[in-house]
C-alpha cells in the first residue's frame, strides 16, 4: 500500500526572512542536509512514530498535534457513518420493495444527494436550523460556557478526546448533551451525503437477491413479506456492502475536511486546510501518512470482517 | 430461376452505437433526457455568457452591498455589491472547463493504459493495477490537495490533479472489461484469421468497452465539478478574483451569519444543478445498458 506519498522536495522552505533566521530555523530543521538523508531521516524518524517537527509557528512536533486532532474526526466520521448507513439501507430496501412512486423518489433521492457538495449542503442546514430557526449551534465541538471533566483514576485523567464518550465516562450530561447538539448537523450533513451510495448499493442488491431461489421459497412457505424482507433478503443484500465500506471510508475523509471546515470542527480536515495555508509541509506530509496508515487498517479491517461474515471466503 | 435475396447488415459504427441507446426508447431515457437537457442548459449559458449577463460580474459597487434579491437584481448582490445573476450566468465557465480538461486527460491516459495493460497481462499489468489501486482508496481530495500544493495553485494544475486523482476508475472499468472480452472466442476467431494487436484492440476489443467509458466519464464529469468546488472552498481553487460558483459559494457564507442566503443558494444550487445533469445521464446510461438496475 501506499504508506509514502509525498515527496522530499516538498521540504523546501518559502519564506521572506532575514538570511541568518532562515538559516538558524533551516539548519533546526535539517533541510541544510541532501535531500535523500532528510528523506531518509524522515523514514528513520517514522519507523519510530516520529513524523518531524512542523514548520510553521513554535517548531513542535507534527505527531502530537495530530492526534490531539484525530478524536473530532474519528468521532464525526463515526456518527456520520450511522447516518449514512441507516439512512442508505432504509431508503435502498424501501425502494427494492415498492416499485413505481417509492423507488423512484428514492432513485432520484439517491442521485440528487449524491450531486451535492457536502459544505452546501451544510451551509443550508446552517442556515435553516442554526440562524433561521436558532435551535442547533453551527460550529465548534461545545459551547464556550460548557467545561469538559474527565474521568480520573488515581488523579490520572482518562480522556479519550473523543467528547460524546468522555462526557459519559465522567457523567458530565450537560457536557453531553452539548457535545451531541454540535455534532447533529455536521454528521447529518456528511451522512445524508455519502448515504447516496448506500442507497444505491442496498437498492441494487435487494432488487437481485429478491429474485433468489431462496426468497421465493421463504414465500412459498407462506412467510410474512416483513419477514421474507427484512430477515431473509436484506441480510444477505447487505453482506457486498461491508466490502465497499472500506472504499466509502476514504470518501468519508474527503467529505470530513470539507464538513470540517464548513462547522470550525478542530479535527484532521481543518487542521491539514490550515498546514496548507501556512505551507507547512512537514505538518501536511504527516497528516497524509497519517491518514494513509488509516486507510490502509481499516481496510485491512473490512477485509478480514468480511471473510468472517461470509463463509465463503476464506483468508 | 429464384434469385438469392442478399442482404447485407451495416456494421454499426462506433457512434452509431453510442447514440442510439440516447434516442430509443426504452428503461433510463427520462432520467438521461432530463440529464442531458440540464446540461446543455448549463454549456449554453455558460458559453453565452457575455450576451446574456446583465450586468459586469466583476464591476463592484453596482448595488448596495448584499442586497436580496429585487427587480433590479434578480438574485441580489454579493458583499461587494456585485451583480450575483451576471456572477452565476459567467460562474460555470471555469468550473466546467476545469471538469472538461480533466476528463480530456483522464480518457487520454487512463483509456490506452487500461486497454495495453489489461490484454498484455503479466507482471506489468499486476504492477500497474497495484499503482493505480493504491490511488484509487485514497480519499481523492487529500490526493488533489497534495499535487495542488506541491505544484502551485493554476487552473491547468488543478485539471491535472483531479485527472490524476480518477485515472484509476477509468484503469479499472477498462481493464476489467478487456481481461474478460479478449477471452472471447470471437476474439481467437479474429486472431486466428490474422488481426494484429493493434487491431484486436481496437477494432474488436474496443467498440465493447465503450458503453462502461461513458458511464465512467459522465460520472467522472460529476465528481471533476464537485471535486474542484471542494478546492475551492479550501482556498486551493480557482483565483478569487474570478466570477466563479465555487468562489462564491466559499466566500458568500461569510455573510450567511447575517442572514444573506441568496449568495450560496444559488452558487451552490448551480453546482448543484452541473453535477446533477451529468449524474442523470450517466445513471440513465448505466440503466439503458445494464438490465441489472432496472
Known amino acids: 500500500m501506499r504508506v509514502l506519498p509525498g515527496n522530499p522536495v516538498l521540504l523546501r522552505f518559502e519564506k521572506n526572512a532575514d538570511p541568518a533566521l532562515i538559516a538558524q530555523y533551516t539548519h533546526a530543521l535539517g533541510l541544510d542536509k541532501p535531500l535523500y538523508v532528510q528523506y531518509f531521516d524522515y523514514l528513520w524518524g517514522l519507523l519510530h512514530g516520529d513524523l518531524g517537527l512542523s514548520m510553521a509557528g513554535a517548531f513542535e512536533p507534527v505527531g502530537p498535534q495530530i492526534m490531539s486532532r484525530f478524536p473530532a474526526t474519528l468521532e464525526l466520521t463515526v456518527y456520520a457513518f450511522i447516518v449514512a448507513v441507516v439512512v442508505g439501507v432504509l431508503l435502498g430496501a424501501l425502494g427494492a420493495r415498492k416499485p413505481g412512486a417509492p423507488d423512484d423518489s428514492v432513485k432520484v433521492f439517491g442521485i440528487l444527494i449524491y450531486a451535492f457538495p457536502v459544505f452546501f449542503l451544510g451551509m443550508i442546514l446552517q442556515l435553516v436550523f442554526g440562524i433561521w430557526i436558532h435551535a442547533l449551534p453551527v460550529s465548534g465541538r461545545l459551547d464556550p460556557g460548557v467545561i469538559p471533566t474527565n474521568l480520573m483514576i488515581y488523579g490520572h485523567p482518562i480522556q479519550t478526546g473523543i467528547l460524546?464518550?468522555?462526557?459519559?465516562?465522567?457523567?458530565?450530561?450537560?457536557?453531553?448533551?452539548?457535545?451531541?447538539?454540535?455534532?447533529?448537523?455536521?454528521?447529518?450533513?456528511?451522512?445524508?451525503?455519502?448515504?447516496?451510495?448506500?442507497?444505491?448499493?442496498?437498492?441494487?442488491?435487494?432488487?437481485?437477491?429478491?429474485?433468489?431461489?431462496?426468497?421465493?421459497?421463504?414465500?412459498?412457505?407462506?412467510?410474512?413479506?416483513?419477514?421474507?424482507?427484512?430477515?431473509?433478503?436484506?441480510?444477505?443484500?447487505?453482506?457486498?456492502?461491508?466490502?465497499?465500506?472500506g472504499l466509502q471510508f476514504a470518501l468519508l475523509l474527503s467529505g470530513a475536511i470539507l464538513t470540517e471546515t464548513e462547522f470550525s470542527i478542530l479535527g484532521l480536515g481543518s487542521y491539514l486546510v490550515d498546514r496548507i495555508n501556512f505551507r507547512d509541509y512537514t505538518a501536511v506530509q504527516g497528516t497524509v501518512v497519517f491518514l494513509a496508515i488509516l486507510i490502509s487498517s481499516v481496510s485491512l479491517i473490512v477485509d478480514i470482517l468480511y471473510a468472517y461474515l461470509d463463509p465463503r471466503v476464506r483468508l | 430461376m429464384t434469385t438469392i435475396q442478399r442482404t447485407r447488415v451495416k456494421p454499426q459504427s462506433v457512434m452509431g452505437k453510442l447514440l442510439t441507446p440516447v434516442f430509443g426508447k426504452g428503461y433510463g431515457r427520462g432520467l438521461m433526457l432530463v440529464g442531458i437537457a440540464v446540461t446543455i442548459f448549463i454549456a449554453a449559458m455558460s458559453i453565452l455568457a457575455p450576451f446574456i449577463a446583465p450586468h459586469d460580474p466583476t464591476a463592484i459597487g453596482l448595488g448596495q452591498p448584499n442586497s436580496p434579491p429585487s427587480a433590479m437584481f434578480p438574485m441580489g448582490t454579493d458583499q461587494y455589491g456585485r451583480d450575483m445573476l451576471s456572477r452565476i450566468v459567467w460562474g460555470g465557465r471555469f468550473i466546467l472547463l476545469v471538469a472538461v480538461a480533466a476528463v480530456a486527460i483522464c480518457l487520454v491516459i487512463g483509456l490506452p493504459i487500461g486497454l495495453v495493460s489489461a490484454y498484455v497481462g503479466g507482471n506489468a499489468d499486476r504492477t500497474i493495477a497495484l499503482v493505480m489501486d493504491s490511488i484509487y482508496a485514497f480519499p481523492s481530495l487529500v490526493l488533489a490537495i497534495m499535487i495542488i500544493s506541491v505544484f502551485g495553485v493554476t487552473i491547468i494544475n488543478e485539471a491535472l490533479a483531479i485527472?490524476?486523482?480518477?485515472?484509476?476508475?477509468?484503469?479499472?472499468?477498462?481493464?476489467?472489461?478487456?481481461?474478460?472480452?479478449?477471452?472471447?472466442?470471437?476474439?481467437?476467431?479474429?486472431?486466428?484469421?490474422?488481426?494484429?494487436?493493434?487491431?484486436?484492440?481496437?477494432?474488436?476489443?474496443?467498440?465493447?468497452?465503450?458503453?462502461?467509458?461513458?458511464?465512467?466519464?459522465?460520472?467522472?464529469?460529476?465528481?471533476?465539478?464537485?471535486?474542484?468546488?471542494?478546492?475551492?472552498?479550501?482556498?486551493?481553487?480557482?483565483?478569487?478574483?474570478?466570477?466563479?460558483?465555487?468562489?462564491?459559494?466559499?466566500?458568500?457564507?461569510?455573510?450567511?451569519?447575517?442572514?444573506v442566503w441568496w449568495t450560496i443558494v444559488f452558487s451552490g444550487g448551480m453546482i448543484l444543478l452541473a453535477a446533477l445533469g451529468f449524474s442523470l445521464i450517466s445513471e440513465g446510461y448505466a440503466e439503458r445498458v445494464n438490465p441489472k438496475l432496472r
Do not use: C
Not at chain 1, 180 to 202: D, E, K, N, Q
Not at chain 2, 191 to 216: E, F
Not at chain 2, 225 to 251: E, H, K
Open chain 2, 163 to 259: 485527472a490524476v486523482v480518477y485515472i484509476p476508475s477509468y484503469f479499472r472499468v477498462v481493464r476489467s472489461q478487456v481481461l474478460s472480452i479478449k477471452e472471447m472466442p470471437y476474439v481467437d476467431a479474429a486472431k486466428s484469421a490474422g488481426a494484429g494487436t493493434p487491431s484486436v484492440l481496437l477494432r474488436y476489443i474496443w467498440p465493447n468497452v465503450t458503453a462502461s467509458v461513458v458511464v465512467v466519464a459522465t460520472v467522472n464529469f460529476a465528481d471533476s465539478i464537485l471535486t474542484t468546488a471542494g478546492l475551492d472552498f479550501i482556498g486551493l481553487g480557482l483565483p478569487v478574483t474570478l466570477p466563479d460558483w465555487g468562489i462564491d459559494l466559499t466566500y458568500g457564507r461569510q455573510a450567511l451569519p447575517i442572514g
Open chain 1, 164 to 245: 460524546t464518550i468522555d462526557s459519559l465516562l465522567s457523567a458530565n450530561l450537560p457536557e453531553f448533551i452539548d457535545a451531541v447538539r454540535h455534532l447533529i448537523l455536521p454528521a447529518t450533513a456528511l451522512g445524508l451525503v455519502i448515504s447516496g451510495i448506500f442507497v444505491r448499493m442496498t437498492r441494487a442488491n435487494m432488487m437481485e437477491t429478491m429474485r433468489a431461489d431462496f426468497v421465493t421459497a421463504a414465500r412459498a412457505r407462506g412467510l410474512k413479506e416483513r419477514t421474507v424482507v427484512y430477515s431473509y433478503a436484506l441480510r444477505n443484500a447487505l453482506l457486498p456492502i461491508v466490502t465497499i465500506m
